[in-house]
């Protein structure tokens, strides 16, 4: 149990279906995060929230839509994806995302997504 | 921005010997260099960090070390178990950036 919740573990869509992934945190972490793993890359760093402001985003596709109503809850609204989009969803928190100060993050077990 | 180089890809070693993996970054200002392992079907845990106030930090079988001048870090594994294979990344944080540059990982397998 590594203090961060995702869900659900496996989804499976089509490429019109809107759907969304929930994450959770309980380690009382002020920055959370969104990453996508695919195969053979690197983890690609897609949102950045910190106090519940969006921070960083990583020149992502509007079809995923990241929302933070408190620093404890993050979720990542999905519309009209494409194949492509089908990886490993990782959620993450640190304590915070300031400059210059490095966190330690901690992921949740992943959403695995695979779009049809 | 940062950049994080891990080598190898993967790496096969027997039960009971030692592993090795490497990372160099390209940000002098980055001060924190966790290490993460990722068993298959899970997230990545962090297992070990180091920041670069110091040069070397063990915790029983696992061990990294840090040498700021080159801009490398390597994460040690001694006595390697079946329970050891895995994929690990390195990151480099810290510097201004918001978050951690992970390297692209290394598949270790430890044969019985």
């Known amino acids: 149990e590594t203090g961060v919740t995702q869900t659900p573990r496996h989804l499976v869509m089509g490429m019109t279906n809107k759907k969304s992934l929930k994450c959770e945190q309980h380690l009382g972490h002020n920055a959370m995060y969104w990453y996508k793993q695919s195969a053979k890359k690197p983890l690609e760093l897609m949102f950045v929230y910190n106090f519940k402001e969006q921070t960083e985003n990583n020149s992502v596709p509007s079809r995923f839509s990241p929302e933070c109503p408190n620093s404890s809850h993050l979720f990542l609204h999905l519309h009209t994806l494409q194949p492509e989009d089908s990886a490993l969803y990782l959620c993450?928190?640190?304590?915070?995302?300031?400059?210059?100060?490095?966190?330690?993050?901690?992921f949740g077990e992943g959403s695995w997504l695979t779009v049809v | 921005g940062e950049n994080v180089e891990q080598h190898p890809s993967t790496l096969s070693v027997q039960e009971g010997d030692s592993a090795v993996i490497k990372c160099t970054y390209s940000d002098s200002a980055s001060n924190y260099f966790p290490w993460y392992k990722q068993e298959l079907g899970k997230g990545p845990q962090l297992i070990i960090d180091?920041?670069?106030?110091?040069g070397e930090k063990k915790d029983q079988r696992i061990a990294v070390t840090l040498n700021k001048t080159a801009k490398h870090f390597s994460l040690h594994i001694t006595e390697t178990q079946p329970e050891d294979s895995a994929v690990y990344f390195c990151?480099?944080?810290?510097?201004?950036?918001?978050?951690?540059?992970f390297g692209k990982g290394t598949m270790l397998l430890v044969s019985p």
């Open positions: 180091i920041r670069s106030n110091v």
């Open positions: 990151a480099a944080g810290g510097s201004g950036y918001s978050t951690l540059t």
């Open positions: 993450a928190s640190s304590q915070s995302s300031g400059q210059g100060n490095g966190n330690t993050i901690y």
